[in-house]
């Protein structure tokens, strides 16, 4: 069992940029794959991004490539998300999450343990 608790989440101006954080609480932090995933009002939530145990290899989504960057440090149990050129469409409550396995790091419904959230809003 592993809990996550994300923090960073504001509203911020189109082409603003944060940092989100997820602190982890297990000492076996290293062992995980580690993601982030988004959901917007009335919408599915979707893969954002995820990073693999040692963060040597990173996934993003088609949507925040380029402007979305993921990172962990295994010696702190944090996992951080960078966003910049932020985009009102990219307003959505934003979720850490984390999983044994590492295949469809695309599909929410395979991801084992979930933080609580943290809003993101992007104002026009």
């Known amino acids: 069992q592993v809990q996550l608790v994300e923090s960073g989440g504001g509203l911020v101006q189109a082409g603003g940029s944060l940092r989100l954080s997820c602190a982890a609480s297990?000492?076996?932090?290293?062992?995980?794959?580690m993601g982030w995933f988004r959901q917007a009002p009335g919408k599915e939530r979707e893969f954002v991004a995820a990073i693999t145990r040692s963060g040597g290899s990173t996934y993003y989504s088609d949507s925040v490539k380029g402007r979305f960057t993921i990172s962990r440090d295994n010696n702190k149990n944090t996992v951080d998300l960078k966003m910049n050129s932020l985009k009102p469409e990219d307003t959505a409550v934003y979720y850490c999450a984390a999983r044994g396995g590492s295949y469809n790091v695309t599909d929410h419904n395979v991801w084992n343990y979930w933080g609580q959230g943290t809003q993101v809003t992007v104002s026009s």
């Open positions: 297990r000492r076996t932090f290293s062992s995980y794959f």
